[in-house]
């Protein structure tokens, strides 16, 4: 019975993270074809206000394009256990990648309106920071909180895909009630990033954190039985 109900977790555990990163591989997609290959076509009437900038968004194009791709292979079991050189190249080119892409972000953020600069900011410079920590853990081998950090990385590079995503709903019925205008775009950007990173910790720090302390009050009775 105990092995059944084990295997059936499994099972459960293994459908909801394909599920999830299905998703978000697809969401990840439509965001590359829809909203980034179009600047190939390097002209004034396809890059409109950005045409001033247009060095820094396509840098921070094809730098979240290629992050948002290879991301999800860092977190295949497979290829970090039989292919380590393979997931060490992957991860690297992830990070050149945030490299180029979030400076780029950053600049043309800090000729957005008055509101958005703040959140572009704090977004910017927390996934410099979070990146940056996770390959010195990966350089100082260690591996779980490397890991950790990496996730919390790609979740503030997904952020860019929640953007756009809220961008294409305005009008729809799954529009999402903000208020709007101005004030509607800076509470995008602060909650595109802020929410999955909270997530993250919900899953990475604070339920591991409560089951241990569960577990660990069940023992002490066990004990005193």
């Given at each position: 019975m105990l092995f059944r109900s084990a295997m ?218």
């Open positions: 059936l977790m499994r099972w459960a555990r293994y459908l909801f993270w394909a599920g999830f990163w299905s998703v978000a591989i697809v969401l990840a997609v439509y965001f590359v074809r829809r909203d980034a290959l179009k600047y190939v076509e390097w002209t004034e009437a396809v890059y409109r206000r950005f045409w001033p900038n247009r060095g820094f968004l396509a840098v921070h194009v094809v730098g979240a394009g290629v992050a948002l791709m290879i991301g999800p292979l860092q977190f295949v079991p497979m290829i970090r256990t039989r292919w380590p050189t393979i997931h060490r190249s992957i991860g690297w080119i992830y990070v050149f990648a945030c490299l180029g892409s979030v400076p780029a972000a950053l600049r043309l953020g800090l000729d957005s309106c008055p509101l958005c600069v703040s959140p572009f900011v704090v977004w910017s410079v927390t996934t410099m920071v979070v990146t940056g920590l996770a390959v010195t853990l990966a350089i100082l081998g260690r591996t779980r909180a490397h890991r950790d950090f990496m996730i919390r990385s790609y979740a503030l590079m997904y952020a860019f895909v929640f953007v756009r995503l809220d961008a294409h709903l305005i009008g729809t019925p799954l529009e999402i009630p903000l208020a709007p205008g101005i004030q509607r775009s800076s509470m995008v950007l602060w909650l595109a990033w802020v929410i999955p990173l909270l997530t993250c910790e919900l899953f990475l720090v604070w339920i591991p954190t409560l089951q241990k302390a569960l577990r660990s009050r069940s023992r002490g009775r066990v004990v005193q039985t």
